[in-house]
């Protein structure tokens, strides 16, 4: 009797080991981690993509639109585009190789993190998800995205800038990331 009520101890202590590690595990959905942490399918769109350049994008557009281009960008504005997608201009950052966080013993405190410094102006078209389309989290001016997708031949009609057709994008509302500029405040 007694080893049995011994094995089904055991049992239940694992299975709440695996439940308890299922909660806590990951930066969930805004990266709150040390490091970037990307999520499986961002690594999957990541596959063969290439950081965006603005000075070499210039200088070989065609060779640019050959392969997928991943970059970070705060949007500045968002526009109805078409087939329902979403039209956002976003101002390209550089991911920052560590997060900023307020207290180095709790990963809760960091965000994800990228340069105060643009470089440069990208317009890129995405399928929202429904939590990001609409609602108080949702993509909108001041918020942070990570797209990957393929540059176009067309530009924006207003500006003549390029378009990213997007295929992945990743998404931080607004206060859920921080620029390097808080590195004063958020020291750890």
Known sequence: ????????????????????????????????APKYAPTSEEESA????????PVMYA????????????????VQARAPGPNGHAHL???????????LCTNANDDDT?????????????HTLVALRPEDDVG???????SLVRVVGRFGEDVDANDGGPILR??????????????????DLMRQ
């Not at 202590?13 to 805004?30: E, F, Q």
């Open 1 to 32: 009797m007694r080893v049995l009520a011994a094995a089904a101890l055991t049992s239940v202590l694992s299975l709440v080991g695996v439940i308890a590690l299922a909660g806590c595990g990951g930066a969930g959905p805004y990266g709150h």
């Open 46 to 53: 990541l596959a063969g993509a290439r950081e965006y350049d």
């Open 59 to 74: 200088r070989e557009p065609d060779a640019w639109r050959k392969t997928n281009t991943t970059l970070f960008g705060m």
């Open 89 to 99: 201009t976003v101002s390209v950052r550089r991911l920052e190789p560590r997060n």
């Open 110 to 122: 960091c965000r994800v993190t990228v340069s105060e410094r643009e470089f440069g102006t990208v």
């Open 136 to 142: 108080e989290k949702s993509v909108g001016i001041g």
């Open 166 to 183: 997007g295929t992945f994008y990743r998404h931080w509302p607004r206060h859920f990331y921080v620029t390097n500029a808080r590195s």
